[in-house]
C-alpha cells in the first residue's frame, strides 16, 4: 500500500513544508499535485488572510481555494465564538486581515483598552510595539478573556528564524501574569476544523517543526508525516519526546507514491543500530544507502528504549557518510 492509497486526505503545514521564503521548497507542488488527495493547509501564520494564502499556492501551481486554507486566526476567532457573547467588543492584535475575520464573525473590534473588550484576539504582526501590547495588558488586567493565534517563538523567513507570535505573547504574560489560550498548533483544534472541511476518516497531517505540526497532529489523533525540509532535522527526531514522534518520516515530500511502510521506524536502507549507554551506534548500509534510512533505523531503536540517546556514533564508512549528512 502506498501513502496515497492509505490515507484519503492531506492536511498540510506551509513554511518549510510547500515553501522557504516564499520560493517552493523542491519537487513539493508536483507532489501534493500529483498525490491525488483532497488537502486543506493548516497553518499557525495568523498575519495573512486565507484568501491571500491561496493566491500564493495558486501561484505556485497549487490549485487552492480560500476555504482550503486554515489559518491559526480563524481558529482563534472560533474559539472567541465559542467563549464570548456574539456581537461583544474584541482587542486585536494582528494585521487588518485578523481584524476583518473578526468583523465578519459579527465582532466589534477595538484598539483601545478603555472600550473594555471582552476579550483580547493576539497574532503575529510584524509592526505590533509597545503601545499595542500595552493596550492589550491593559484590557487582560481588567479581566478581558486572552486568546492567542500561536505560540510560535520563532517565525522562518528568508533570512532565517525572527520573533514569533509566542515571543511578543510572552511579553503580554510577562505584564500581567495570564497565560492566553493558543487556538494553534500544536493544539488539535485546527486539525479537527480541516478534516471536518474535507469529510474525510483518515487524514495525514504533513509538516516540517515537531512541536507544532506533528505535536499537533499527534494531539488530534492523527498519522502524521515529518518532512526534513524545513526546522526540525535528523537530530531533532531522533530525540523527539513521545508527544511529537511522527509516524512517518521522509527528506522530501515526494512520498506519496511510495509504500508506507518504507516511512516507518525500522531497519532501513541494510542499516543496523545499537544502544550502548547513551550511545547509539550505526553499522551496515550500502553505497546508495540514505540518511533517512539511518534515521528511520535509529528512532526503531532508541524511541522503543526508553533511554536518551547522547552521542550518535558511525560505526561502518556508510554509516559515518550519512550520519556526516545529519543536522
Given at each position: 500500500m502506498t501513502v496515497a492509497t492509505d490515507y484519503d486526505a492531506l492536511l498540510l503545514?506551509?513554511?518549510g513544508t510547500i515553501y522557504q521564503g516564499g520560493a517552493a521548497i523542491p519537487?513539493?507542488?508536483s507532489a501534493v499535485g500529483g498525490s491525488g488527495l483532497p488537502a486543506v493547509y493548516v497553518t499557525n501564520n495568523a498575519s495573512r488572510a486565507p484568501r491571500d494564502?491561496?493566491?500564493q499556492l495558486n501561484d505556485l501551481g497549487l490549485e487552492t481555494t480560500p476555504d482550503q486554507v486554515m489559518t491559526s486566526a480563524l481558529a482563534a476567532?472560533?474559539?472567541a465564538q465559542e467563549r464570548v457573547p456574539s456581537g461583544s467588543t474584541v482587542l486585536v492584535l494582528g494585521t487588518d486581515s485578523f481584524r476583518e475575520l473578526a468583523l465578519d464573525a459579527g465582532?466589534?473590534?477595538?484598539?483601545t483598552a478603555d472600550d473594555r473588550p471582552a476579550a483580547v484576539l493576539h497574532g503575529h504582526n510584524p509592526e505590533t510595539g509597545w503601545r499595542q501590547l500595552s493596550e492589550a495588558a491593559l484590557a487582560i488586567r481588567e479581566g478581558a478573556l486572552y486568546l492567542a493565534s500561536n505560540l510560535d517563538t520563532t517565525l522562518p523567513k528568508e533570512r532565517g528564524l525572527h520573533v514569533g507570535n509566542g515571543s511578543m505573547v510572552a511579553a503580554v504574560v510577562s505584564a500581567t501574569g495570564v497565560t492566553p489560550i493558543s487556538a494553534g498548533k500544536p493544539e488539535p483544534a485546527m486539525f479537527h476544523s480541516a478534516a471536518g472541511t474535507l469529510g474525510c476518516r483518515a487524514p495525514l497531517a504533513v509538516g516540517d517543526r515537531l512541536d507544532t505540526d506533528i505535536a499537533g497532529g499527534v494531539a488530534a489523533g492523527m498519522d502524521t508525516l515529518c518532512v526534513l525540509t524545513g526546522v526540525s532535522g535528523h537530530?531533532?527526531?531522533l530525540r523527539a519526546p513521545q508527544t511529537q514522534r511522527p509516524t512517518l518520516i521522509s527528506d522530501t515530500l515526494d512520498v506519496f507514491d511510495r509504500e508506507t511502510d518504507t516511512l516507518r521506524p525500522g531497519p532501513r536502507g541494510g542499516f543496523t543500530a545499537t544502544l550502548d549507554g547513551g550511545i547509539l551506534r550505526i553499522d551496515g548500509g550500502t553505497p546508495d544507502s540514505t540518511p533517512v534510512q539511518a534515521l528511520l533505523t535509529a528512532v526503531d531503536v532508541a524511541w522503543t528504549s526508553g533511554v536518551r540517546v547522547d552521542e550518535v556514533d558511525g560505526v561502518s564508512a556508510d554509516a559515518r557518510r550519512v550520519l556526516g549528512q545529519w543536522w
Open positions: 503545514d506551509l513554511d519537487g513539493a507542488v494564502v491561496a493566491e476567532i472560533q474559539l465582532f466589534t473590534v477595538t484598539d537530530h531533532d527526531v
